[in-house]
Protein backbone atom coordinates (compact mmCIF):
# COMPACT_ATOMS: atom_id res chain seq x y z
CA UNK A 1 0.00 0.00 0.00
CA UNK A 2 1.38 3.52 -1.30
CA UNK A 3 1.50 6.72 0.78
CA UNK A 4 1.49 10.43 0.39
CA UNK A 5 5.18 9.72 1.93
CA UNK A 6 6.16 6.85 -0.67
CA UNK A 7 9.28 6.99 -2.53
CA UNK A 8 8.53 7.91 -6.05
CA UNK A 9 9.65 5.13 -9.18
CA UNK A 10 9.69 6.09 -12.99
CA UNK A 11 8.00 4.03 -15.21
CA UNK A 12 9.20 3.63 -18.57
CA UNK A 13 6.98 1.36 -21.23
CA UNK A 14 8.75 0.39 -24.22
CA UNK A 15 5.70 -2.09 -25.75
CA UNK A 16 6.18 0.23 -28.62
CA UNK A 17 9.75 -0.91 -29.58
CA UNK A 18 11.64 -3.10 -27.69
CA UNK A 19 7.94 -5.52 -26.89
CA UNK A 20 7.03 -5.24 -30.86
CA UNK A 21 10.51 -7.18 -31.62
CA UNK A 22 9.14 -9.97 -30.27
CA UNK A 23 8.85 -12.83 -32.82
CA UNK A 24 5.12 -13.21 -34.30
CA UNK A 25 4.07 -10.04 -32.63
CA UNK A 26 3.08 -6.96 -35.33
CA UNK A 27 1.44 -3.77 -34.99
CA UNK A 28 -0.12 -1.21 -37.68
CA UNK A 29 0.23 2.54 -36.60
CA UNK A 30 -3.28 2.58 -35.33
CA UNK A 31 -2.53 -0.87 -33.09
CA UNK A 32 0.15 1.51 -31.68
CA UNK A 33 -1.72 4.71 -30.79
CA UNK A 34 -4.29 2.36 -29.12
CA UNK A 35 -1.89 1.14 -27.33
CA UNK A 36 -0.29 4.50 -26.44
CA UNK A 37 -3.11 6.34 -25.22
CA UNK A 38 -4.14 3.00 -23.15
CA UNK A 39 -0.94 3.46 -21.24
CA UNK A 40 -1.41 6.88 -20.95
CA UNK A 41 -4.61 6.05 -19.34
CA UNK A 42 -2.89 3.70 -17.10
CA UNK A 43 -0.70 6.62 -15.80
CA UNK A 44 2.95 5.33 -16.93
CA UNK A 45 5.11 8.56 -17.27
CA UNK A 46 7.62 7.85 -20.19
CA UNK A 47 5.96 5.59 -23.51
CA UNK A 48 8.26 4.78 -25.93
CA UNK A 49 7.09 5.14 -28.96
CA UNK A 50 9.86 4.19 -31.28
CA UNK A 51 12.53 4.90 -33.43
CA UNK A 52 11.34 8.19 -35.77
CA UNK A 53 12.93 7.43 -39.32
CA UNK A 54 13.92 3.38 -38.97
CA UNK A 55 10.10 2.80 -40.90
CA UNK A 56 8.04 4.78 -42.02
CA UNK A 57 5.03 3.50 -39.23
CA UNK A 58 7.00 5.03 -36.80
CA UNK A 59 7.15 8.48 -38.80
CA UNK A 60 3.26 8.72 -39.28
CA UNK A 61 3.02 7.88 -35.44
CA UNK A 62 4.81 10.27 -33.75
CA UNK A 63 3.02 12.75 -36.62
CA UNK A 64 -0.27 11.76 -35.00
CA UNK A 65 0.16 12.24 -31.59
CA UNK A 66 1.74 15.90 -32.41
CA UNK A 67 -1.55 16.31 -34.01
CA UNK A 68 -3.66 14.85 -31.06
CA UNK A 69 -1.46 14.07 -28.03
CA UNK A 70 -1.26 11.97 -25.03
CA UNK A 71 -2.95 13.59 -21.52
CA UNK A 72 -0.39 13.12 -19.13
CA UNK A 73 2.38 10.76 -20.65
CA UNK A 74 6.06 12.00 -21.76
CA UNK A 75 6.05 10.53 -25.28
CA UNK A 76 9.49 9.74 -26.23
CA UNK A 77 11.65 9.23 -28.85
CA UNK A 78 14.62 6.26 -29.58
CA UNK A 79 17.70 6.25 -31.38
CA UNK A 80 20.97 5.59 -31.45
CA UNK A 81 24.20 7.69 -31.25
CA UNK A 82 25.70 9.33 -34.17
CA UNK A 83 27.85 6.86 -36.36
CA UNK A 84 31.78 6.33 -35.76
CA UNK A 85 33.55 9.61 -37.70
CA UNK A 86 30.71 11.30 -38.60
CA UNK A 87 29.51 14.68 -36.74
CA UNK A 88 25.99 14.71 -35.17
CA UNK A 89 24.61 17.79 -36.82
CA UNK A 90 25.11 16.16 -39.80
CA UNK A 91 23.61 13.03 -39.08
CA UNK A 92 20.41 12.12 -40.81
CA UNK A 93 18.47 10.09 -38.29
CA UNK A 94 19.01 12.80 -35.58
CA UNK A 95 17.21 15.07 -37.81
CA UNK A 96 14.51 12.48 -38.04
CA UNK A 97 14.69 12.35 -34.06
CA UNK A 98 13.98 16.24 -33.98
CA UNK A 99 11.06 15.97 -36.59
CA UNK A 100 9.26 13.68 -34.03
CA UNK A 101 8.64 16.67 -32.02
CA UNK A 102 9.13 14.81 -28.55
CA UNK A 103 10.24 16.42 -25.51
CA UNK A 104 12.23 13.61 -24.31
CA UNK A 105 14.58 11.63 -26.71
CA UNK A 106 16.56 8.36 -25.42
CA UNK A 107 20.01 7.54 -26.71
CA UNK A 108 21.64 4.23 -26.59
CA UNK A 109 25.01 3.88 -26.62
CA UNK A 110 27.92 1.09 -26.39
CA UNK A 111 29.21 0.10 -22.72
CA UNK A 112 30.91 -2.71 -23.43
CA UNK A 113 34.40 -2.37 -25.03
CA UNK A 114 33.56 -5.82 -27.20
CA UNK A 115 30.46 -4.05 -28.89
CA UNK A 116 32.17 -1.11 -29.82
CA UNK A 117 35.34 -2.82 -31.38
CA UNK A 118 33.58 -6.05 -33.11
CA UNK A 119 30.33 -4.44 -33.89
CA UNK A 120 30.83 -0.90 -34.22
CA UNK A 121 34.36 -1.42 -35.46
CA UNK A 122 35.61 1.79 -34.14
CA UNK A 123 38.24 2.90 -31.30
CA UNK A 124 36.87 3.17 -27.75
CA UNK A 125 37.56 6.38 -27.77
CA UNK A 126 35.80 7.66 -30.65
CA UNK A 127 32.84 5.91 -29.08
CA UNK A 128 32.87 7.98 -26.24
CA UNK A 129 33.00 11.38 -28.51
CA UNK A 130 29.94 9.55 -30.35
CA UNK A 131 28.26 9.29 -26.90
CA UNK A 132 28.90 12.81 -26.34
CA UNK A 133 28.65 14.86 -29.73
CA UNK A 134 25.08 12.71 -29.61
CA UNK A 135 23.82 14.19 -26.43
CA UNK A 136 25.57 17.68 -26.77
CA UNK A 137 24.21 17.94 -29.87
CA UNK A 138 20.33 17.11 -28.93
CA UNK A 139 20.46 19.30 -26.16
CA UNK A 140 21.57 22.17 -27.69
CA UNK A 141 18.40 21.70 -29.93
CA UNK A 142 16.45 21.34 -26.22
CA UNK A 143 15.82 18.11 -25.49
CA UNK A 144 16.13 15.96 -23.04
CA UNK A 145 18.01 13.14 -22.82
CA UNK A 146 17.58 9.98 -21.09
CA UNK A 147 20.80 7.33 -21.74
CA UNK A 148 20.50 4.00 -22.06
CA UNK A 149 23.61 2.10 -21.34
CA UNK A 150 23.30 -1.09 -23.76
CA UNK A 151 24.92 -4.31 -22.64
CA UNK A 152 25.84 -2.44 -19.41
CA UNK A 153 26.56 -5.22 -17.09
CA UNK A 154 28.52 -7.48 -19.78
CA UNK A 155 30.79 -3.99 -20.38
CA UNK A 156 30.95 -3.44 -16.34
CA UNK A 157 32.41 -7.03 -15.81
CA UNK A 158 34.59 -7.06 -18.92
CA UNK A 159 36.30 -3.64 -18.54
CA UNK A 160 34.93 -1.54 -15.69
CA UNK A 161 36.81 1.34 -16.06
CA UNK A 162 35.67 1.70 -19.71
CA UNK A 163 32.31 1.17 -18.89
CA UNK A 164 31.93 3.90 -16.62
CA UNK A 165 33.99 6.10 -18.77
CA UNK A 166 30.62 5.76 -21.17
CA UNK A 167 28.24 6.84 -18.34
CA UNK A 168 30.92 9.90 -17.61
CA UNK A 169 30.45 10.86 -21.05
CA UNK A 170 26.56 11.02 -20.88
CA UNK A 171 26.78 12.77 -17.93
CA UNK A 172 29.02 15.45 -19.18
CA UNK A 173 27.28 16.30 -21.97
CA UNK A 174 23.76 16.30 -19.71
CA UNK A 175 22.11 13.48 -19.81
CA UNK A 176 19.25 13.11 -17.07
CA UNK A 177 18.87 9.85 -16.59
CA UNK A 178 21.38 6.73 -16.74
CA UNK A 179 19.74 3.66 -17.56
CA UNK A 180 21.70 0.24 -16.85
CA UNK A 181 20.62 -1.95 -19.98
CA UNK A 182 20.78 -6.33 -18.84
CA UNK A 183 20.49 -6.50 -23.34
CA UNK A 184 21.57 -10.43 -23.10
CA UNK A 185 19.35 -11.15 -19.93
CA UNK A 186 22.55 -13.03 -18.42
CA UNK A 187 23.16 -11.33 -15.34
CA UNK A 188 21.31 -12.38 -11.57
CA UNK A 189 19.91 -10.23 -9.08
CA UNK A 190 22.93 -9.98 -6.79
CA UNK A 191 25.01 -8.91 -9.26
CA UNK A 192 22.66 -6.17 -10.64
CA UNK A 193 22.43 -5.19 -7.01
CA UNK A 194 26.16 -4.94 -6.13
CA UNK A 195 26.71 -2.81 -9.72
CA UNK A 196 24.26 -0.76 -9.11
CA UNK A 197 25.14 0.36 -6.08
CA UNK A 198 28.64 0.55 -7.25
CA UNK A 199 27.70 2.99 -10.39
CA UNK A 200 25.32 5.32 -7.61
CA UNK A 201 28.71 5.15 -5.16
CA UNK A 202 31.35 6.10 -8.02
CA UNK A 203 29.19 8.76 -9.80
CA UNK A 204 28.38 10.17 -6.60
CA UNK A 205 32.38 10.83 -6.37
CA UNK A 206 33.01 12.17 -9.71
CA UNK A 207 30.02 14.46 -9.96
CA UNK A 208 31.25 15.84 -5.86
CA UNK A 209 31.30 19.49 -6.45
CA UNK A 210 33.88 19.95 -3.38
CA UNK A 211 37.36 19.96 -4.32
CA UNK A 212 39.31 16.66 -3.38
CA UNK A 213 41.45 17.77 -0.16
CA UNK A 214 44.96 15.64 -0.49
CA UNK A 215 46.42 14.80 2.48
CA UNK A 216 50.11 15.56 2.06
CA UNK A 217 50.95 12.50 4.23
CA UNK A 218 48.77 10.27 2.64
CA UNK A 219 50.92 7.92 0.77
CA UNK A 220 51.23 8.34 -3.10
CA UNK A 221 49.75 5.89 -4.55
CA UNK A 222 46.92 6.10 -2.40
CA UNK A 223 46.44 9.74 -3.74
CA UNK A 224 46.60 8.37 -7.16
CA UNK A 225 44.01 5.71 -7.03
CA UNK A 226 41.52 8.71 -5.53
CA UNK A 227 41.95 10.80 -8.32
CA UNK A 228 41.52 7.91 -10.66
CA UNK A 229 38.14 7.18 -9.14
CA UNK A 230 37.38 10.99 -8.94
CA UNK A 231 37.77 11.74 -12.89
CA UNK A 232 36.19 15.38 -13.18
CA UNK A 233 32.69 15.01 -15.50
CA UNK A 234 31.94 19.24 -15.51
CA UNK A 235 28.58 18.67 -13.98
CA UNK A 236 27.32 19.18 -10.70
CA UNK A 237 23.93 17.56 -11.00
CA UNK A 238 23.89 13.75 -10.28
CA UNK A 239 22.10 12.16 -12.82
CA UNK A 240 19.12 9.36 -11.39
CA UNK A 241 19.34 6.17 -12.08
CA UNK A 242 17.29 3.54 -14.47
CA UNK A 243 16.96 -0.22 -15.04
CA UNK A 244 16.12 -2.10 -18.11
CA UNK A 245 16.56 -5.89 -17.58
CA UNK A 246 15.30 -8.92 -20.03
CA UNK A 247 14.23 -11.77 -19.59
CA UNK A 248 16.52 -14.76 -21.21
CA UNK A 249 17.76 -16.62 -17.49
CA UNK A 250 13.94 -15.90 -16.45
CA UNK A 251 15.02 -12.83 -14.01
CA UNK A 252 14.24 -9.57 -15.52
CA UNK A 253 11.43 -8.55 -12.84
CA UNK A 254 13.62 -10.06 -9.91
CA UNK A 255 16.92 -7.93 -11.57
CA UNK A 256 14.76 -4.71 -11.97
CA UNK A 257 13.22 -5.27 -8.54
CA UNK A 258 17.07 -5.64 -6.66
CA UNK A 259 18.15 -2.70 -9.28
CA UNK A 260 15.34 -0.56 -7.42
CA UNK A 261 16.20 -1.82 -4.10
CA UNK A 262 20.20 -0.57 -4.43
CA UNK A 263 18.77 2.43 -5.63
CA UNK A 264 17.43 2.52 -9.32
CA UNK A 265 14.59 5.00 -9.71
CA UNK A 266 12.93 4.50 -13.39
CA UNK A 267 12.50 0.65 -14.49
CA UNK A 268 11.20 -0.03 -17.85
CA UNK A 269 9.69 -2.45 -19.33
CA UNK A 270 6.97 -3.81 -21.14
CA UNK A 271 2.86 -4.94 -21.19
CA UNK A 272 2.92 -8.39 -20.95
CA UNK A 273 6.73 -9.12 -20.91
CA UNK A 274 6.68 -8.43 -25.08
CA UNK A 275 10.00 -8.57 -25.95
CA UNK A 276 12.66 -9.95 -28.38
CA UNK A 277 13.98 -13.60 -27.88
CA UNK A 278 12.20 -14.54 -24.31
CA UNK A 279 10.98 -11.08 -23.73
CA UNK A 280 11.64 -7.89 -21.44
CA UNK A 281 10.64 -7.22 -17.76
CA UNK A 282 6.78 -7.90 -17.56
CA UNK A 283 5.36 -4.17 -16.22
CA UNK A 284 1.90 -6.49 -15.07
CA UNK A 285 3.86 -8.15 -12.44
CA UNK A 286 6.47 -4.98 -11.47
CA UNK A 287 4.05 -2.76 -10.90
CA UNK A 288 2.19 -4.30 -8.32
CA UNK A 289 4.80 -5.74 -6.70
CA UNK A 290 6.85 -2.34 -5.98
CA UNK A 291 3.83 -0.82 -5.18
CA UNK A 292 1.80 -3.14 -3.14
CA UNK A 293 4.78 -4.92 -1.98
CA UNK A 294 7.67 -2.64 -1.76
CA UNK A 295 5.79 0.74 -0.86
CA UNK A 296 7.29 2.61 -3.80
CA UNK A 297 4.80 4.63 -5.89
CA UNK A 298 4.26 3.99 -9.49
CA UNK A 299 0.71 4.69 -10.36
CA UNK A 300 -2.73 5.93 -8.54
CA UNK A 301 -4.33 2.90 -6.45
CA UNK A 302 -7.56 3.82 -9.11
CA UNK A 303 -4.98 3.14 -12.14
CA UNK A 304 -3.64 -0.20 -10.76
CA UNK A 305 -7.64 -1.34 -10.97
CA UNK A 306 -7.07 -0.80 -14.20
CA UNK A 307 -4.30 -3.51 -14.73
CA UNK A 308 -5.41 -6.67 -15.75
CA UNK A 309 -8.14 -4.57 -18.23
CA UNK A 310 -4.59 -2.77 -19.82
CA UNK A 311 -2.91 -6.57 -19.63
CA UNK A 312 -5.98 -7.99 -21.91
CA UNK A 313 -6.17 -5.16 -24.38
CA UNK A 314 -3.12 -5.02 -25.48
CA UNK A 315 -2.55 -8.94 -25.78
CA UNK A 316 -5.69 -8.40 -28.12
CA UNK A 317 -4.77 -5.39 -30.26
CA UNK A 318 -1.66 -7.42 -30.52
CA UNK A 319 -3.51 -10.42 -31.66
CA UNK A 320 -2.01 -13.02 -29.21
CA UNK A 321 -3.23 -15.04 -26.60
CA UNK A 322 -3.31 -14.08 -23.13
CA UNK A 323 -1.29 -15.77 -21.08
CA UNK A 324 -3.90 -17.46 -18.26
CA UNK A 325 -1.61 -18.17 -15.95
CA UNK A 326 0.32 -14.84 -15.53
CA UNK A 327 1.05 -13.72 -11.86
CA UNK A 328 -1.37 -10.69 -11.10
CA UNK A 329 -3.29 -10.26 -14.46
CA UNK A 330 -3.66 -14.18 -15.74
CA UNK A 331 -6.76 -15.72 -15.86
CA UNK A 332 -5.67 -18.17 -13.21
CA UNK A 333 -3.52 -16.20 -11.13
CA UNK A 334 -6.32 -16.56 -8.47
CA UNK A 335 -8.10 -19.57 -9.29
CA UNK A 336 -8.69 -22.01 -6.94
CA UNK A 337 -9.19 -25.50 -7.95
CA UNK A 338 -8.89 -27.77 -4.69
CA UNK A 339 -11.68 -28.66 -2.88
CA UNK A 340 -9.53 -28.02 0.46
CA UNK A 341 -8.32 -24.63 -0.90
CA UNK A 342 -11.18 -23.28 -2.00
CA UNK A 343 -12.79 -23.90 1.75
CA UNK A 344 -10.42 -21.85 3.24
CA UNK A 345 -10.36 -18.84 0.74
CA UNK A 346 -14.25 -18.98 1.24
CA UNK A 347 -13.29 -18.55 4.89
CA UNK A 348 -10.03 -16.25 4.38
CA UNK A 349 -9.15 -15.30 1.03
CA UNK A 350 -5.25 -14.61 2.59
CA UNK A 351 -5.32 -18.54 3.07
CA UNK A 352 -4.34 -19.02 -0.57
CA UNK A 353 -4.07 -15.30 -2.43
CA UNK A 354 -0.82 -12.89 -1.47
CA UNK A 355 -3.07 -10.07 -2.22
CA UNK A 356 -6.81 -8.88 -3.23
CA UNK A 357 -7.40 -9.78 -6.57
CA UNK A 358 -9.50 -6.50 -6.77
CA UNK A 359 -6.36 -4.32 -6.22
CA UNK A 360 -5.14 -5.07 -10.07
CA UNK A 361 -8.14 -5.36 -11.20
CA UNK A 362 -8.61 -9.03 -11.87
CA UNK A 363 -11.03 -11.70 -9.72
CA UNK A 364 -11.49 -15.04 -7.88
CA UNK A 365 -12.44 -17.91 -9.66
CA UNK A 366 -13.44 -21.32 -8.51
CA UNK A 367 -12.29 -23.82 -11.14
CA UNK A 368 -14.73 -26.79 -11.50
CA UNK A 369 -13.42 -30.23 -12.22
CA UNK A 370 -13.56 -33.80 -11.29
CA UNK A 371 -11.58 -33.06 -8.47
CA UNK A 372 -14.00 -30.77 -6.77
CA UNK A 373 -15.63 -30.69 -3.81
CA UNK A 374 -19.05 -29.75 -2.96
CA UNK A 375 -17.70 -26.30 -1.71
CA UNK A 376 -16.18 -25.91 -5.17
CA UNK A 377 -19.47 -26.08 -6.60
CA UNK A 378 -21.41 -23.75 -4.25
CA UNK A 379 -18.38 -20.93 -4.37
CA UNK A 380 -18.98 -21.55 -8.46
CA UNK A 381 -22.55 -20.97 -8.88
CA UNK A 382 -22.72 -17.96 -6.01
CA UNK A 383 -20.14 -16.46 -8.36
CA UNK A 384 -23.03 -16.57 -11.12
CA UNK A 385 -25.69 -15.60 -8.38
CA UNK A 386 -27.52 -19.19 -8.48
CA UNK A 387 -27.88 -19.97 -4.54
CA UNK A 388 -27.52 -23.34 -4.11
CA UNK A 389 -27.96 -25.32 -0.48
CA UNK A 390 -25.72 -27.69 0.67
CA UNK A 391 -28.54 -30.05 2.40
CA UNK A 392 -30.92 -30.58 -0.90
CA UNK A 393 -30.07 -32.74 -3.58
CA UNK A 394 -29.56 -30.32 -6.47
CA UNK A 395 -26.43 -29.47 -5.17
CA UNK A 396 -25.16 -33.25 -4.82
CA UNK A 397 -26.60 -33.92 -8.23
CA UNK A 398 -24.86 -31.19 -10.00
CA UNK A 399 -21.69 -32.59 -8.74
CA UNK A 400 -21.93 -35.90 -9.58
CA UNK A 401 -22.97 -35.06 -13.23
CA UNK A 402 -19.69 -32.50 -13.15
CA UNK A 403 -17.63 -35.87 -12.07
CA UNK A 404 -19.34 -38.31 -14.40
CA UNK A 405 -19.59 -35.57 -17.63
CA UNK A 406 -15.46 -34.78 -16.95
CA UNK A 407 -14.71 -38.58 -16.61
CA UNK A 408 -16.53 -39.07 -20.01
CA UNK A 409 -13.93 -36.31 -21.44
CA UNK A 410 -15.63 -32.68 -20.27
CA UNK A 411 -13.89 -30.02 -19.05
CA UNK A 412 -15.81 -27.12 -17.50
CA UNK A 413 -12.27 -25.50 -15.57
CA UNK A 414 -12.16 -23.88 -19.02
CA UNK A 415 -15.88 -24.21 -20.09
CA UNK A 416 -17.42 -22.07 -17.38
CA UNK A 417 -20.40 -21.17 -19.68
CA UNK A 418 -21.29 -24.98 -20.10
CA UNK A 419 -21.01 -25.94 -16.57
CA UNK A 420 -23.53 -22.92 -16.19
CA UNK A 421 -25.97 -24.52 -18.34
CA UNK A 422 -25.86 -27.78 -16.65
CA UNK A 423 -26.39 -25.91 -13.37
CA UNK A 424 -29.48 -24.30 -14.58
CA UNK A 425 -30.47 -28.17 -16.03
CA UNK A 426 -29.96 -29.88 -12.78
CA UNK A 427 -32.49 -27.09 -10.94
CA UNK A 428 -34.66 -27.44 -13.59
CA UNK A 429 -35.16 -23.49 -14.58
CA UNK A 430 -32.97 -24.12 -17.98
CA UNK A 431 -34.43 -21.86 -20.19
CA UNK A 432 -35.37 -23.43 -23.64
CA UNK A 433 -34.50 -20.82 -25.90
CA UNK A 434 -34.59 -23.22 -28.89
CA UNK A 435 -34.45 -27.07 -30.03
CA UNK A 436 -32.86 -28.19 -32.47
CA UNK A 437 -34.13 -31.64 -33.84
CA UNK A 438 -31.10 -32.39 -36.26
CA UNK A 439 -28.71 -31.32 -38.95
CA UNK A 440 -26.68 -32.48 -41.87
CA UNK A 441 -23.50 -30.88 -43.15
CA UNK A 442 -21.88 -31.87 -46.76
CA UNK A 443 -18.48 -31.08 -47.60
CA UNK A 444 -16.96 -30.78 -51.37
CA UNK A 445 -13.02 -31.55 -51.77
CA UNK A 446 -12.64 -30.96 -55.27
CA UNK A 447 -9.15 -32.67 -56.23
CA UNK A 448 -6.52 -30.23 -57.35
CA UNK A 449 -7.88 -27.27 -54.81
CA UNK A 450 -6.83 -26.27 -51.10
CA UNK A 451 -10.30 -24.74 -50.57
CA UNK A 452 -13.25 -27.02 -50.06
CA UNK A 453 -16.74 -25.69 -49.34
CA UNK A 454 -19.34 -26.96 -46.64
CA UNK A 455 -23.00 -27.16 -46.73
CA UNK A 456 -25.08 -27.13 -43.23
CA UNK A 457 -28.57 -27.47 -43.02
CA UNK A 458 -30.46 -27.44 -39.75
CA UNK A 459 -33.80 -27.60 -38.45
CA UNK A 460 -34.72 -25.71 -35.05
CA UNK A 461 -37.72 -25.48 -32.89
CA UNK A 462 -38.65 -21.99 -31.56
CA UNK A 463 -41.53 -21.46 -29.38
CA UNK A 464 -43.05 -24.55 -31.41
CA UNK A 465 -42.41 -23.57 -34.94
CA UNK A 466 -40.20 -25.41 -37.15
CA UNK A 467 -37.65 -23.55 -39.24
CA UNK A 468 -35.15 -25.53 -41.68
CA UNK A 469 -32.34 -23.25 -43.15
CA UNK A 470 -28.91 -23.56 -44.76
CA UNK A 471 -26.21 -21.92 -45.62
CA UNK A 472 -22.40 -22.33 -46.57
CA UNK A 473 -18.81 -21.97 -44.60
CA UNK A 474 -15.17 -22.53 -45.78
CA UNK A 475 -15.73 -25.72 -43.36
CA UNK A 476 -18.22 -28.26 -41.83
CA UNK A 477 -18.49 -25.68 -38.43
CA UNK A 478 -18.54 -23.02 -40.29
CA UNK A 479 -21.66 -23.81 -42.13
CA UNK A 480 -22.77 -25.53 -39.24
CA UNK A 481 -22.64 -22.25 -37.45
CA UNK A 482 -24.00 -19.74 -40.01
CA UNK A 483 -27.10 -22.39 -40.39
CA UNK A 484 -27.74 -22.20 -37.00
CA UNK A 485 -27.70 -18.46 -36.56
CA UNK A 486 -29.52 -17.69 -40.27
CA UNK A 487 -32.28 -20.02 -38.52
CA UNK A 488 -32.47 -18.33 -35.14
CA UNK A 489 -31.42 -14.75 -36.00
CA UNK A 490 -35.29 -13.42 -37.13
CA UNK A 491 -36.35 -14.79 -33.09
CA UNK A 492 -33.79 -13.56 -31.34
CA UNK A 493 -31.66 -10.18 -33.44
CA UNK A 494 -29.58 -10.37 -30.51
CA UNK A 495 -27.67 -13.08 -32.28
CA UNK A 496 -26.05 -10.78 -34.98
CA UNK A 497 -23.93 -9.78 -32.45
CA UNK A 498 -22.44 -13.23 -31.40
CA UNK A 499 -18.70 -13.91 -32.94
CA UNK A 500 -17.25 -16.98 -32.42
CA UNK A 501 -13.89 -16.00 -31.09
CA UNK A 502 -11.71 -19.28 -30.73
CA UNK A 503 -12.15 -22.89 -31.56
CA UNK A 504 -9.69 -25.67 -30.19
CA UNK A 505 -9.23 -29.40 -30.46
CA UNK A 506 -8.20 -31.68 -28.48
CA UNK A 507 -7.67 -35.73 -29.29
CA UNK A 508 -8.37 -37.06 -25.57
CA UNK A 509 -7.28 -41.38 -26.67
CA UNK A 510 -5.37 -40.94 -29.46
CA UNK A 511 -4.36 -44.32 -28.90
CA UNK A 512 -7.69 -45.26 -31.24
CA UNK A 513 -6.94 -43.11 -34.07
CA UNK A 514 -9.53 -41.97 -36.17
CA UNK A 515 -12.21 -43.01 -33.60
CA UNK A 516 -10.38 -41.13 -31.12
CA UNK A 517 -12.81 -39.39 -28.50
CA UNK A 518 -12.50 -35.22 -29.36
CA UNK A 519 -13.20 -32.36 -26.91
CA UNK A 520 -13.69 -29.21 -28.48
CA UNK A 521 -13.68 -25.72 -26.96
CA UNK A 522 -15.61 -22.66 -28.68
CA UNK A 523 -14.97 -19.00 -27.41
CA UNK A 524 -17.93 -16.83 -28.30
CA UNK A 525 -18.05 -13.32 -27.52
CA UNK A 526 -20.94 -10.38 -28.17
CA UNK A 527 -18.03 -7.71 -27.94
CA UNK A 528 -18.50 -6.75 -24.16
CA UNK A 529 -18.00 -10.05 -22.41
CA UNK A 530 -16.39 -13.73 -24.02
CA UNK A 531 -17.45 -16.98 -22.78
CA UNK A 532 -16.23 -21.04 -23.43
CA UNK A 533 -18.39 -23.80 -23.89
CA UNK A 534 -17.35 -27.73 -24.53
CA UNK A 535 -18.69 -30.30 -26.61
CA UNK A 536 -17.05 -34.30 -26.28
CA UNK A 537 -18.07 -36.99 -28.37
CA UNK A 538 -15.88 -39.64 -31.06
CA UNK A 539 -17.66 -37.45 -33.90
CA UNK A 540 -15.98 -34.16 -34.10
CA UNK A 541 -18.54 -32.40 -36.10
CA UNK A 542 -21.04 -33.67 -33.11
CA UNK A 543 -18.79 -32.22 -30.79
CA UNK A 544 -18.50 -29.19 -32.12
CA UNK A 545 -22.05 -28.80 -32.50
CA UNK A 546 -22.13 -29.36 -29.23
CA UNK A 547 -19.72 -26.51 -27.99
CA UNK A 548 -21.71 -24.02 -30.89
CA UNK A 549 -25.09 -24.64 -29.63
CA UNK A 550 -24.84 -24.42 -26.43
CA UNK A 551 -22.57 -20.62 -27.01
CA UNK A 552 -25.73 -19.80 -28.62
CA UNK A 553 -28.08 -20.72 -25.70
CA UNK A 554 -25.38 -19.14 -23.00
CA UNK A 555 -25.44 -15.68 -25.33
CA UNK A 556 -29.33 -15.80 -25.25
CA UNK A 557 -28.90 -16.32 -21.54
CA UNK A 558 -26.95 -13.54 -20.91
CA UNK A 559 -28.95 -11.41 -23.24
CA UNK A 560 -31.94 -12.40 -21.19
CA UNK A 561 -30.25 -11.48 -17.60
CA UNK A 562 -29.48 -7.72 -18.88
CA UNK A 563 -33.09 -7.25 -20.23
CA UNK A 564 -33.97 -8.53 -16.67
CA UNK A 565 -32.02 -5.91 -14.83
CA UNK A 566 -32.75 -3.37 -16.55
CA UNK A 567 -36.62 -3.90 -16.41
CA UNK A 568 -36.06 -4.36 -12.41
CA UNK A 569 -34.15 -1.17 -12.40
CA UNK A 570 -36.51 1.11 -14.04
Not at 102 to 122: A, E, P, Q, Y
Amino acid sequence: MTTNSSPQLWLYDTTLRDGTQREGLSVSIEDKLRIARRLDQLGIPFIEGGWPGANPKDVQFFWQLQEDPLKQAEIVAFCSTRRPNSTAATEPMLQDILAAGTRWVTIFGKSWDLHVTTGLKTTLEENLAMIRDTIDYLRSQGRRIIYDAEHWFDGYKHNQDYALQTLEAAIASGAEWLVLCDTNGGTLPHEISQIVQDVISHLSLVICQEPITEDIDAPAATLRERQKRTRRVGQSTMPQIGIHTHNDSEMAVANAIAAVMAGAKMVQGTINGYGERCGNANLCSLIPNLQLKAGYSCITEDQLTQLTEASRFVSEVVNLAPDEHAPFVGRSAFAHKGGIHVSAVERNPLTYEHIQPEQVGNRRRIVISEQSGLSNVLAKARSFGIELDQQKAEAREILQRLKDLESEGFQFEAAEASFVLLMHEALGDRQKFFEVKGFQVHCDLIEGKEASNALATVKVAVDGKNILEAAEGNGPVAALDAALRKALVNFYPQIATFDLTDYKVRILNGHTGTAAKTRVLVESGNGRQRWTTVGVSTNILAASYQAVVEGLEYGLLLHSQAEAAVKASS
